[in-house]
């Protein structure tokens, strides 16, 4: 089986710029998440999709983040204007249980994104 | 506000002998916590998993004891091999009636290296 796909593995963007990750969950997964993961800490959450709605994006900065999952299947999480802050590892999650049940998930590599 | 932690940054071991790796959080509302490793320049790979009417889960080599009074988690590898050498992920979700339950709070990591 498949696992979570992701692209690009590494970005290095100015500031200001805008750059965007595309993820691919596992087949039939319909709840995919995006974490940020900045060098020395755990992931931290983002966003929440169950299908192509969004259950939770209360730790997503609006001002600069976005995030959509149209069809309920690939996802795509854009920043704009990065900031040097926003350099970190971006990785997609996808579980099989709905956003509201208890669940493993499942991880992609990554995207390691660096903002000089 | 770290509200799962994981005191010790790193931990050696030599191969064969068990590797204990802890975690306490701070959150009473959490009743299911997970355990992820984590190689270099990969996403975090999903090991075990516990709930709270538990004390206790076991997949061949892990386990994972949970002490609900202490809030306190360890897992336990055993026999450690070096290929378990990675960083060690504690996470943990809580039950929100009414909103997203699947939503992991991660802590920071101990790195295990497991000597030949």
């Known amino acids: 089986e498949a696992g979570v796909a992701q692209s690009p593995r590494y970005k290095i963007i100015e500031k200001r710029q805008s750059v965007a990750f595309w993820c691919n969950p596992i087949?039939?997964?319909?709840?995919l998440y995006w974490y940020q993961q900045i060098l020395g800490q755990g992931p931290k959450l983002l966003i929440q999709?169950?299908?192509?709605?969004?259950?939770?994006d209360s730790q997503l900065p609006k001002d600069r983040f976005s995030a959509e999952r149209l069809k309920g299947v690939d996802s795509t999480l854009k920043i704009q204007p990065a900031k040097l802050e926003d350099s970190a590892v971006y990785l997609c999650a996808s579980s099989l249980v709905s956003a509201y049940q208890m669940g493993a998930q499942y991880f992609g590599p990554g995207t390691r994104l660096l903002v000089l | 506000d770290q509200q799962v932690k994981q005191n010790s940054p790193s931990l050696s071991v030599q191969e064969g002998r068990i590797s204990i790796l802890n975690c306490d959080y701070t959150?009473?509302?959490?009743?299911?916590f997970l355990w992820y490793k984590k190689y270099p320049a990969e996403g975090p790979t999903f090991l075990i998993s516990?709930?709270?009417?538990?004390d206790k889960n076991e997949d061949g080599r892990f386990t994972v004891f949970l002490n609900k009074s202490a809030k306190h988690l360890s897992l336990h590898i055993v026999p450690s091999q070096p290929g378990d050498s990675a960083v060690y992920f504690c996470a943990a979700s809580a039950r929100r009636y009414g909103g997203a339950t699947n939503k992991l709070i991660f802590g920071t990591g101990t790195l295990l290296a497991v000597q030949p």
């Open positions: 999709f169950q299908n192509n709605g969004v259950v939770d």
């Open positions: 959150n009473s509302m959490f009743d299911y």
């Open positions: 516990i709930s709270s009417i538990k």
């Open positions: 087949s039939g997964h319909a709840t």
